[in-house]
C-alpha cells in the first residue's frame, strides 16, 4: 500500500466519524498533544480542545464531508500529507497535516493547518 493510500484510509476513517457527528471519534485521529490551526476558530492544542472544536464544527452539513490526501510521504515515524477538504457549497481548502507513527503502528495527526481556499 502507498503512503498516499495509507493515510486516506486514516481521514476515510476521521471523515465517517465526522459524517457521523462524533467528535470524540474525530479526535481519535489526533495524538494526545496535537495542535489544529483553522481559519474557522483558535487554534485548538490538545485532543480535548480538538474534540471541542469539532463538537461545533459537525453542527452544520456534516453528512457532505469529503478529504482527499493528494501528496504525502514518510520519513521513518513521522510522516506528513497534504489533503484537500470540502463541507457543503462554501468550505473548500486544503490541509497540510504531520503524522507520527504510534507503537501499535497507527499514524496519528501531530499537527494540522486547514487553509481556506477562496
Known sequence: MTVTLE????????????????????????TD????????????????AIEAAHAAWIEEDAK????EVVQADINGHIGWCLARFSEGEADHGTS????YKQPDGRWLITHCSLNETP
Do not use: H
Open 7 to 30: 493515510f486516506q484510509k486514516l481521514f476515510d476513517g476521521y471523515v465517517e466519524c465526522y459524517r457521523s457527528k462524533d467528535p470524540a471519534g474525530c479526535a481519535t485521529y489526533f
Open 33 to 48: 498533544n496535537a495542535e489544529l490551526f483553522s481559519p474557522y476558530g483558535p487554534a485548538a492544542k490538545g485532543r480535548k
Open 64 to 67: 457532505s464531508k469529503a478529504i
Open 96 to 99: 497540510l497535516n504531520v503524522l
